[in-house]
Structure formats: structure tokens, C-alpha cells
């Protein structure tokens, strides 16, 4: 079958240059405006440009576009079964020419940062069997590379490719089809490290390549949910938000996402507001020491969730999922699910966790294998508070969208940042937030949602709980704080995983530059910093470039 949109490198280089073409056109579709093309297009003239001199002039290419994400609300509980509500932003091309073998080679336009990796996808994968076990032999394979040098951007790539080879392996261990290879340029302006998914964003145009490559389709949405396992390769263990928001993005608009079963709802930005990205250039890197901070709060999410069916086996039938420990969920009013919370301990170690749930030994144990024990324990009573109450938080999103409450969505941005954050910027000075989720916190938080004093209630709903899930940094944290200073400001939170990266603030359009030069001053320069704040527009989704 003839392989669509694979067009010799001198084509590309014509359209590009064209002021009004096919591409042009294309390209005003994917941005909403044609004074947002020009970077894009710049963007991907350089990569079409170093392929050919890389590769060769000579030959024929598909180019895949991919996006970074930012989520303006529900952090940290895709997995859960909670909801996104993410937008598509910036741009990664691959530049792809097939190869008649099943050698994938990767090259980058930085090509110093990033120099020349390539593998062979039969060679990375096991002879004579299917994978029986995803999740376990990611684990096994990562223990295998222990002591090798840290992850790079080809294991993102290889995520993708390996997986999708993997679901197209008959039990008997034969590739269905075995997968022709490629070679690659890579050209992104979604910076590393920043937060804003560039892993699930290689993983995503990985598996777009190698899908095209070999003209298989598949549903959308089944091909966000394997891009999320595919991604468990490098070691960390989330859900597949970030890849749907990546794939599934739309231009000027806010795409509504739930997991388990897929569902998505497209919601217009609300007009007269924009959002603010500023990172920290505190890096969010997923490896080393880091992993362990990125999955030990997925393990206390579990561990709450066994628990709380343990404990209250009235409900255990509802609880399905974290997100189900909700009032409209459990038909209960929001004190009973603060008892629930309760029941769960404020932390617990690994020896302790085993032997409140024996039942469970091997699911925990091999939740263990992605992480290093936490030297304080699990916390699993502010991890559970937060997780629940951004499930509901993020479902209030687009009600309060579509109503144009813009004031209470970002109040709500900035609750998720308050159970992310580890400080607080008082009198000038970054104070450690201290998370208090005692017995006599909960107490009082259950009999002020049982009152008849309406104001106490409502500060006791569930969702106004900020909960402690704790990645921010406190470069992030003053970001946040220092947004609110600025009027306009409606919300401003920590985007991505954790541990570094960037702070998004929801700002009226007035404001907007006000709140990057406020940025720039009391925060990049005071630090000597280079100014790394912008205005961010949503973009449409990944997928090939249908030209």
C-alpha cells in the first residue's frame, strides 16, 4: 500500500518557502491565526533542512508534528480515573524517511545536546514469546539498564515503537506485522524538563512515526490509553492524560478528559483570558533519585484506595477508583468522606502498609519495585485528601467554563497548586508549608461540614481541601505567589509531574504582559536568570502532517 504524505525533502523545502500554500493553509488551521504560524514554520524549515544535509537531499519524507501540554486543572490523577483539562501547546516535528529494515536511527537538530542514537526493534524485544506482562518486564528491563547512563531522549522513542510492536506480537511470540524502521529527525520547541509533558510528547510522535510508517491505524482514543502504557518503559508509572491531551488537542479550546472509560468534551477558552507560562528552570527530570519522588505518591494513592475499601466494605463496590470516593458517587454527604479519609494513616512504611493489607502482598510488593522506600514513610492520608478532592475539582471545570465563572476556575487552579506546594513567600521570605491532615484536623473538618452554619460548610466541601501531594519546588511557589500580586491574576498553579518545571497562571488578556514583566523583574532577574516567561496559545493535537 502506498505510504500517504511522504513527499521528496525538496517538496517540503518549496511549501515552506511558499508565503500562501497547502501547507500555510494547514498550518492556520493547527494555530488559529495566521500571525502564529511563523515560529512553527521556521521550525520545522530547519529540521526539513538538517535532515537533508544529515541524511541526504535525495530522499523522500512524512513529517509528524507533536505538541507539549499544559494542564490548567486535575494534576496527578489521570490514573486514578480522574479528569484533565488540558491544552496543546508549542510544537516537535519528526522529520520521518522509511527504511526497508527494522533499524530506527535518531537524530536531533541539536545534535550536540542530543547526538545520534539508533536500536533495532526485534533486538529490544524477546524472541519466541509475547510480553506477558507489560508492566513487569519495563521493570525487569529497567533493572537490566541499572548503572548504564541516565534516560535519554531515544528511550521516549523507543517507548513508543517497542509498545506498539508489542501490541502487534501474536501469543506465540511473531511480529503481526514485523515493523519496518526509520530514520528520524527530531526538531522540538517544547523544552526538556520543563513540565510541559516533552516525554509523553516523544512518545506520542514515536508512535504516530512508526504507526504511519507502517500504515496501521487506530482509534484515537485506544491510541492515547497504549501511549500511556507505553511510556511505564522508561520507568515512570502514570496514566495517558498528558498523551490525549497531546493527541487530542484543539485549537482555542480547552479539551475536557476522563479515563476509565475515555470520554472528552471540547470547551472554548473562555475569551478575554490567557494564559501565562513561566518555568522555573528548575529541572523536572524523570530519573535517577527523581523517580522516586514521581511514584511514591502513586503508591499512597493505591494503598488509600485498598484501605478505604477495607475499611468501609459498604461502599467498596463504588470504589472502584480514587475518584470515586466522592459524595454524588458513594451517596453520602461530604463528613462521611472525610471519615473515610480518616481511616487512612497520615503515613505508613512499607513493613507497616504489608501488614494492614496481607491480602494484597503481591500488588503491593510490586508497586514497591518502582521507587526507593521514602525515608519519612508514605503519606497516605494528604496524598489520598488531595487526590479526591482534585477529582472533584477538575469536574467542576466545565460547568463552571460554560457558565463563564471564570473567578471560581481559578480559584480552583490555585487549591491544586496550594496541595502541591512545599513553601510560601512571606515578607519576602520562602517558608516551609507545613500539611496538617491530624485526627483533630479531620475532626474538625467533619463537624464543620455537619453544622448548620452555612459558611463553615462551605469552607468544608470536599474539593476546597487542597490535600498534600507535595512536588512543587520552591522556585515554583514563589512564581505562584508572586502572580498574585498582579491584578487579573484569576488562578496560578505548578503544571506538569513535579520536582521542577513550570507555573501556568490564568490571567485576563489586559494583564497578561503585566504579568511577564512581573516575572522578569522579581523573579529571573533577581535570580540572573534568563527570562523564560511567555503567552501561550492552544494549539491542535499531534498527527501527521496531511499535505
Known amino acids: 500500500m502506498p505510504m500517504k504524505y511522504l513527499h521528496p525533502v525538496s517538496v517540503w523545502q518549496k511549501m515552506i518557502n511558499q508565503k500562501s500554500g497547502k501547507l500555510q493553509k494547514e498550518f492556520i488551521k493547527l494555530y488559529g491565526a495566521k500571525d502564529l504560524i511563523e515560529k512553527p514554520l521556521e521550525l520545522l524549515k530547519r529540521a526539513i533542512d538538517e ?3 544529515s541524511f541526504g537531499a535525495n530522499r523522500s519524507v512524512f513529517v509528524v508534528r507533536s505538541t507539549g501540554r499544559i494542564n490548567l486543572l486535575g494534576m496527578h490523577i489521570d490514573h486514578r480515573g480522574g479528569s484533565v483539562n488540558p491544552i ?3 510544537e516537535a516535528f519528526f522529520i520521518v524517511e522509511p527504511r526497508d529494515d527494522d533499524v530506527v ?6 545534535s550536540e545536546e542530543f ?12 524472541k519466541g514469546e509475547k510480553i506477558a506482562n507489560w508492566d513487569k518486564w519495563c521493570h525487569d528491563e529497567l533493572e537490566k539498564r541499572r548503572g548504564e547512563p541516565g534516560i535519554t531522549f531515544s528511550n521516549y522513542v523507543r517507548a513508543g515503537v517497542l509498545y506498539f510492536q508489542h501490541l502487534h506480537t501474536t501469543p506465540d511470540g511473531k511480529f503481526d506485522p514485523p515493523f519496518k524502521g526509520m530514520n528520524v529527525m527530531i526538531a522540538s520547541n517544547v523544552p526538556p524538563a520543563a513540565g510541559l509533558s516533552t516525554s509523553s510528547c516523544l512518545v506520542v510522535a514515536s508512535a504516530e512515526a512508526i504507526m504511519h510508517r507502517n500504515n496501521i491505524t487506530m482509534d484515537p482514543m485506544q491510541f492515547c490509553e497504549h501511549c500511556g502504557f507505553a511510556e511505564w518503559y522508561v520507568g515512570t508509572r502514570g496514566g495517558f492524560g498528558d498523551h490525549a491531551a497531546i493527541k487530542m488537542g484543539k485549537v482555542n479550546s480547552i479539551v475536557h ?4 472509560p475515555f470520554s472528552l468534551k471540547v470547551v472554548p477558552f473562555p475569551a478575554g483570558y490567557r494564559v501565562v507560562l513561566a518555568d522555573s528552570l528548575v529541572e523536572a527530570k524523570k530519573q535517577a533519585g527523581a523517580k522516586d519522588g514521581y511514584n511514591t505518591p502513586l503508591t499512597s494513592y493505591a494503598v488509600g484506595l485498598l484501605l478505604a475499601r477495607k475499611n468501609f466494605p459498604q461502599y467498596a463496590d463504588k470504589m472502584k477508583y480514587l475518584r470515586d470516593i466522592n459524595p454524588a458517587t458513594l451517596g453520602v454527604n461530604d463528613a462521611e468522606i472525610f471519615r473515610i479519609i480518616k481511616s487512612l494513616p497520615i503515613s505508613a512504611t512499607r513493613e507497616e502498609i504489608l501488614n494492614m493489607l496481607p491480602e ?5 510488593e510490586n508497586l514497591f519495585r518502582s521507587h526507593n522506600p521514602p525515608k519519612d514513610g508514605y503519606k497516605i492520608r494528604q496524598v489520598c485528601m488531595y487526590g479526591i478532592s482534585e477529582c472533584m475539582r477538575s469536574e467542576l471545570a466545565v460547568n463552571l467554563l460554560e457558565k463563564g465563572d471564570i473567578e471560581t476556575f481559578g480559584h480552583l487552579i490555585s487549591l491544586h497548586h496550594d496541595g502541591d506546594r512545599v513553601s510560601r513567600l512571606i515578607n519576602g521570605k520562602m517558608i516551609p508549608e507545613i500539611k496538617d491532615y491530624s485526627d483533630k484536623r479531620m475532626d474538625q473538618l467533619i463537624a464543620d461540614a455537619s453544622s448548620n452554619n452555612k459558611e463553615k460548610v462551605e469552607k468544608a466541601r470536599v474539593w476546597q481541601q487542597p ?16 502572580a498574585k500580586e498582579v491584578d487579573g491574576v ?5 503544571v506538569g509531574a513535579g520536582l521542577g518545571g513550570s507555573l501556568i497562571a490564568l490571567v485576563k488578556e489586559e494583564s497578561a504582559h503585566k504579568l511577564v514583566n512581573h516575572f522578569a523583574e522579581r523573579y529571573y532577574k533577581a535570580k540572573s536568570l534568563p527570562v523564560r516567561a511567555e503567552i501561550v496559545s492552544a494549539v491542535e493535537g499531534a498527527g501527521v502532517l496531511k499535505i
Not at 115 to 126: A, D, G, H, M, N
Not at 490 to 494: V, Y
Open 257 to 260: 478528559m476522563t479515563a476509565f
Open 490 to 494: 484569576m488562578g496560578a498553579g505548578i
Open 115 to 126: 547526538p545520534e542514537e539508533s536500536f533495532s526493534i526485534s533486538k529490544c524485544l524477546p
Open 51 to 53: 535532515f537533508a544535509r
Open 467 to 482: 490535600g498534600g501531594y507535595n512536588v512543587s519546588v520552591p522556585e515554583i511557589d514563589m512564581l505562584a505567589d508572586l
Open 88 to 90: 496543546a501547546i508549542k
Open 360 to 364: 494484597h502482598k503481591e500488588t503491593i
Open 105 to 110: 536511527i535518531l537524530r536531533d537538530i541539536n
